[in-house]
């Protein structure tokens, strides 16, 4: 019951705030991420298509050495065999690399 009361008062600051940053469209996602996976070697070499592309969890990243979330997201995905699972920064619907340079907020994560 508590942790519903948590959410609810975070669901209403962040109203209140005018935007959530926690929520990613996620067809946008979907499109960033398999944009930037199909650009790997092994990907494109095995014949994967965007549609062969899942998502598996965005969380909010903080960079290393900051305190404060800027509007990075750790974008976990696999493909559709299971055979490939990695993961990727995005920032604006941007994807790269990077994801050593970040801690994720694992209480700020929505599952796909």
Do not use: H, P
């Amino acid at each position: 019951m508590k942790k519903l009361i948590m959410i609810s008062w975070g669901i209403l600051l962040l109203a209140g705030c005018g935007s959530n940053d926690s929520e990613l469209d996620k067809e946008k996602t979907q499109n960033a991420v398999s944009m930037r996976a199909l650009e790997q070697k092994v990907i494109k070499d095995g014949g994967y298509t965007s549609k062969d592309i899942k998502l598996v969890k965005a969380c909010e990243a903080i960079e290393n050495g900051k305190s404060e979330f800027k509007g990075n997201y750790i974008v976990s995905w696999k493909t559709k065999d299971d055979k490939y699972e990695r993961a990727l920064v995005m920032k604006n619907y941007k994807t790269f690399y990077g994801t050593n340079n970040f801690k994720i907020n694992s209480d700020q994560c929505i599952d796909y």
